[in-house]
């Protein structure tokens, strides 16, 4: 089993590709590895509950660590309230964390 | 013994989220005392390009000084102070190819110039490394 941290910073009303992102990770999670998708800059509009947060919620309920940048969602007001079921806000600290793991880390 | 990342990034300096972001997750592991490389590709071997210079604001009437704009090299220097504090290091490679391209050879004190072969030296030696692409 391997590690993976997939940074999603694209915002999935303006990129189908972000869609495409999420189902990397769901395919990684199917192959039996850990996977965290890490939400940031304009990728945490995908975490307030919508139309659009529907496949991080699947992902979620599939085993797929699903966090949202604090910052990128204070910046955009979006109150933990507001998040989409399994999306869990974090601290940008998680994916230095990760790298100093040895996880494989991977940005879009 | 202290950990090691990599961090590459594309994006030149005021244009886009990702830099703030690199630039913060750079901060973060200086301030755990890691030994960090940050490899400055394309666009953002200017970042730490010694001539930037904060501007006044006009529209608003304000000089330099009130503007306080902000300018990447001093981010830059900032991490580097930021790192040696607390025991770390970053090895901050401006790509040469990028920085002759854009005449940005001047670099803030304590950054160096490189090739891709640096960072691929820098991921070999690193616990984790990211690549933050332009698009």
Same mark, same amino acid.
């Given at each position: 089993?391997?590690?993976?941290? #997939? ?17 990397? $990770? ?9 996977? =965290? ?7 945490? &509009? ?52 990760? #790298? ?9 | &013994? ?19 972001? $690199? ?11 890691? *030994? ?21 604001? $006009?529209?608003?009437?304000? %000089?330099? *000084?009130?503007? %306080? ?12 102070? =930021? ?34 072969? *640096? ?7 690193? *616990? ?8």
């Amino acid at each position: 089993m391997k590690q993976y941290t #997939l940074i999603a910073s694209r915002d999935p009303f303006e990129s189908r590709q972000a869609g495409r992102y999420l189902e990397l $990770a769901a395919d990684l999670k199917a192959e039996g590895n850990e996977v =965290t998708v890490f939400l940031v800059q304009n990728g945490v &509009m995908a975490a307030r509950r919508s139309g659009a947060s529907a496949a991080l919620t699947d992902l979620s309920e599939k085993g797929v660590e699903i966090l949202a940048d604090s910052f990128s969602l204070r910046e955009r007001s979006i109150r933990s309230r507001a998040l989409a079921d399994g999306v869990t806000p974090s601290e940008l600290d998680v994916v230095v964390d990760h #790298l100093a793991a040895g996880r494989n880390v991977i940005w879009h | &013994m202290s950990k090691k990342i990599t961090i590459s990034i594309m994006d030149g300096p005021f244009e886009n989220a990702r830099t703030v972001t $690199a630039l913060r997750l750079v901060d973060i592991a200086a301030r755990r005392g890691y *030994d960090i490389t940050v490899f400055a590709y394309e666009g953002a071997a200017a970042l730490a390009f010694a001539r930037q210079m904060p501007h006044a604001n $006009a529209v608003h009437g304000r %000089d330099a *000084d009130e503007e %306080d704009h902000p300018v990447p090299r001093e981010w830059v220097a900032s991490l580097l102070a =930021t790192a040696k504090a607390n025991g770390g290091s970053v090895d901050w490679i401006n790509c040469g190819l990028c920085v002759d391209e854009r005449g940005v050879n001047e670099a803030v004190e304590g950054t160096r110039r490189g090739t891709p072969g *640096d960072l691929w030296k820098a991921a070999e030696a690193s *616990d984790g490394t990211l690549v933050i692409g332009s698009k």
